[in-house]
């Protein structure tokens, strides 16, 4: 220990005892703590040749340059989010400000209501399919525009002409309000006036036409695909870029041995672009787990015909607010936490593999 | 080299043979490679007809709705398809006056004028504070606001709506304003202190040094620094804000004059079910879209680095 450099380093640089060190009093202390709320230019002359002055400052900065972002987030988003685990534990109705403590009874209660089920059953669809379609289409078209063009002189790949026009138009629905998309979507799927069965009738398919939203058996494939239809763009610019910053000379190598597109796509783009598309499939799902606009604004009576696109942000919505139950849709809510976790979990642990640097 | 050569010549051959022949038939078997030539150039024909397809999948129904703004509602009921006969911006001013889309419009308006300058700047005050000072709690501070990425608004939404309410921010302007700049500051100030982290300290130093106090550094030092950052995160916000429906819809649904854009679309959506009056609906979800297009036509490169930084980080 006697010639630890630390030791040897702190001892002289410790507080050095000064001559004409007054007391610290009670008074002084009280000086320090008002500078601390006082804006700068009200510090008082002693503390601002202080010593300690330089860290005060620091600390001073600190503490006002996070106080209103803290206390805002801290009362709006995290207080509530704690609160819900509680309402959770409650008979509350949300009305009232009188409600008792009834343990996991709501959590017993959601095993024997069916239209929670109907709710999980129609969102875990989502869940798994949305990201599949999604990504799988993004990526097809994101290596259409990326090496889906002809081969030209020196270039072992080349993206199809017109590439920057297809990802902004391919990008527009990202940009509008899912309130937009479920008005224009409920007028496309409309079995009178929607183009949808207009197109059908005029191709002679008279028999395919739909009354699209309120038949129980399609509408929630007509929600998927809004949802799918939604998020292509955004995953076709995201992927087009991951794509983009492959080396080129990978490709060439590929095609010289003599690989055809397809092989060049699954055993050297989709490998070297695999984190982009694992955090994209996260995010999908998580976007699906949330699919309330669009069922809410577009289905009939917001997750009808019955129950058939009932999903489960929509049915805590309803308990919510519409029945009065604030309690027993706290405790849905903390169950699809549960589930958005384990997604999340299930994700993380398909990802083990290493990073491919390039 | 020689085989891209080779598949470089095929190609052009093929290319002569296209023009005269149908495209998708059979290329004329080259010497060389025809497999891979004749893959390649189906491969290609089949990827351009599905990339112009998803071009009207797309674009369509937008399309569509605009055209159809500026037709007679009489004339869309039954025939979904069809040009304007006369040129006549009736369902406009319905639209605007009558179904109120234009006080929504600026009632959306007003509270992005407050949301989104407060978003970033105490964002981004927060993200500086993490991202360049060391002290006790730095690390639980940035948690905090990381954590709250991952979790579902809409789990929090009950208590929320009753800690509005007890602070009576319930339908009013300020109550959406502060709940936005909440809600958007998690994602905010994640990436602003990873930004921030990316900036060289030196200068600041100097500033320091000069005798700038801690805030002037920021503002006049290490914020115009920040712009490239404060632009993506700027979009982001912009968007994520003007097209919320949830918030509002929790928060601000009571009175009806206080209405954003994106609840007075989803309103004349269900009450043109009654009215049967198409044309106001279109009208009103073009006026609506067509401004956040042609601004993110102008400013496409800029929107879609905004947009995807969020999912990459």
Redesign the interface.
Known sequence: MANDVRAVDTEPTGPAPRKDARRASFGDYLLFAATLVLP?RFTPERVRYDRRYRTL???R??C???L???V??A???????F??FY?SLTDWS?FSSEFSFVGLDNYERMLDDSDFWASVKNSLLLLIVAPLATLGLGL??AF??QA???????E?ISG?RGAKF???????????????I???????YDP????IN?VLRTAGLESWTQNWLANPDIAMLCVLFVLC?MF???YV??FS?AMGSVPKDIY?AA??D?A??PTTFFRVTLPLIWD?VH??WI?MG?QA??A??IV??MTINAGGPGNSTLVT?VY??KK??DSGQ?GY??AV??V??II?MIF?AVMMLFNRRERIEY | ?S??IQ??SA?QRT?DDRSADVVGKAPAPAPAKPA?DA??VT??VF??A??VL??V??????V??MVNSLRESSD??????GWPTSLSFENFTNAWSDANIGKYALNSLIILCGSLPGTML??S??A??IAR?T?RGNRV?YM??AG?M???I???????????DN?ALLDTRHGII??Y???S??FT?FFMTSFFRTLPGSVAEAALIDGA???RT?FQIMLPMAKPGLISIGIFNF?GQ?????LP??LNSTDPDKAL???G??E??VNQGYEGD?GA??AG?TI??LP??LV??VF?RQ??EG??AG??K
């Open positions: 700068p400052d620091k600390y900065f600190i006002w340059f996070l209103a972002p803290v805002l987030y009362v709006l988003v995290i207080s509530p989010f609160q819900a309402y949300g097809f078209f259409m525009l889906g063009g002809r081969h030209r002189k020196s072992a199809v297809y990802k902004v138009v391919y990008f527009f629905p990202q940009v509008l309000s899912v309130a937009i479920g008005v224009v979507w409920g007028a496309m009178i006036t929607g183009p207009e239809w292509i763009g955004f610019v995201l870029a060439e095609l010289l003599g055809s597109r982009t955090t994209g995010y998580i787990l949330d309330f606009a809410h604004i942000p805590l919505y919510a607010f604030a849709a706290t809510g903390v699809l936490l958005t999340a | 080299m085989g891209e598949v470089t190609t290319r891979r893959q390649g491969l290609n990827s351009n599905f990339l998803w071009v999948m797309a674009a369509g129904p937008l569509w709705v869309i009921t039954g025939s979904p398809f105490l964002g005050m927060a500086y504070v000072f002290f501070v905090l606001f709250g991952m979790f579902p809409i789990l929090a939404v009950v208590p929320l709506f009753f800690v509005m602070f502060l709940a700049i909440a809600y500051l998690p100030t106090s801690h805030t920021f968007l003007w097209n919320q429906y949830f819809l929790a854009l994106t609840q679309l989803a004349l959506s198409w609906l279109f979800l609506a879209m956040i297009l993110y036509m496409q929107v879609q947009l995807t999912a990459v």
